[in-house]
């Protein structure tokens, strides 16, 4: 991967024996805003504010802080690096949208950099600090965005997958998750269940997914019986969330789960229930992972496409770097639904 040396500063003038020299980090400190925002001033992007264009600025002036010549040379060179933000390495949808992204870009000459949110340093008040350093050309946000991330976006963003916060001037890859959610319920519902459970977490991606399951419930006006792990969509999550739908609910014949991840954790479960799969219970999924297709497992999921989703992002990015006016726009993919064992017709 080409990675470029961060910005350094230059000792215009030269402290004082013992003074240590401001940083750009001081500046962004003094003026309250993110280290990326401050290279944006520094760049002359009209993407800043004018209230935090005047806050660096003075804290420039008062911290006599200077840029590196040689780095700011290197400003209007292309690194041919693009970004790529994940939210969880343990969540395989990632996988796959990562083989999408490289198997775009890979014949073009672009190298992919890979940063999991979660392990972000603290030093940097946003996510993309680290990608904005290495100056990528653009960056693909596979996770929730965050205030902090709107603010200091100044190169072409895609954001790939349904999120709650929508970034400006991004344009949005994702997989129609309300239609996956639908499909998922609805083949238990054809299946003959009527006391089906789901189980979610937080994100625009599951919050579509339960509309979905909703949507599907509420057309035969049946009860809908949603729980909810500690916020997100682990396996661990999946197994709290399915232990209290099972404790509550002694009548539930079918689970439909916000991810594969999740779904692994309602079989375990359901096992330390006493229940069998599919006989007592069955279970749907929804990402079509590597493990729900295993010998073990034959897990029934939802095929959210992420591969065609990583593709269609990269083009997307592609597009945004070439043409920055353009409109924002939202590409679907079509999910499909995916038979496998851990599914069947409901006892008599």
Not at 131 to 151: C, H, K, N, Q, Y
Not at 174 to 185: E, F, V
Not at 258 to 269: E, V
Request: net charge negative; hydrophobic share 40%; proline share 5%.
């Amino acid at each position: 991967m080409q990675i470029w040396p961060e910005m350094s500063d230059t000792q215009v003038p030269t402290p004082a024996a013992g003074v240590r020299r401001a940083t750009i980090y001081d500046v962004a400190e003094r003026a309250g805003v993110s280290k990326s925002l401050v290279s944006l001033v520094l760049q002359g992007s009209s993407r800043v504010s004018p209230q935090r264009r005047a806050a660096v600025e003075r804290a420039i002036d008062e911290l006599q802080y200077r840029p590196s010549r040689a780095a700011s040379a290197l400003a209007g060179n292309r690194t041919r690096t693009i970004g790529v933000l994940l939210d969880d390495y343990r969540n395989l949808w990632f996988v796959e949208l990562l083989t999408g992204i490289q198997h775009e870009l890979a014949d073009l000459g672009f190298h992919v950099a890979v940063e999991n949110c979660t392990f972000t340093g603290q030093g940097a008040r946003s996510p993309l600090d680290g990608f904005i350093s290495l100056r990528v050309d653009g960056i693909v946000v596979a996770t929730e965005p965050t205030p902090v991330m709107a603010e200091t976006l100044g190169i072409p963003v895609v954001v790939a997958g349904n999120r709650d916060l929508q970034l400006p001037r991004a344009d949005v890859v994702t997989n129609d998750d309300r239609l996956g959610g639908r499909l998922a319920t609805r083949h238990l519902l054809d299946l003959g269940h009527r006391m089906i459970g789901h189980l979610s977490g937080g994100g625009g991606a599951a919050r579509d997914r339960r509309e979905g399951y909703v949507d599907a419930m509420r057309g035969l006006d049946l009860e809908l019986e949603i729980s909810y792990g500690s916020g997100g969509t682990t396996e661990v999550d999946g197994y709290h969330a399915a232990g209290r739908l099972l404790d509550g609910n002694p009548g539930l014949t079918a689970i439909f789960a916000a991810n594969d991840t999740m779904a692994f954790g309602a079989l375990a479960a359901a096992r330390d229930s006493g229940r069998r799969v599919p006989d007592d219970l069955s279970v749907v999924g929804y990402d079509d992972s590597p493990l729900a297709s295993t010998h073990l497992l034959r897990l029934t999921t939802i095929d959210g496409k992420s591969r065609e989703v990583g593709v269609e992002a990269a083009k997307a990015l592609l597009s945004r770097m070439e043409e920055p006016t353009l409109n924002p726009r939202k590409t679907l993919v079509a999910p499909e639904l995916v038979l496998r064992s851990s599914t069947c017709q409901v006892s008599p």
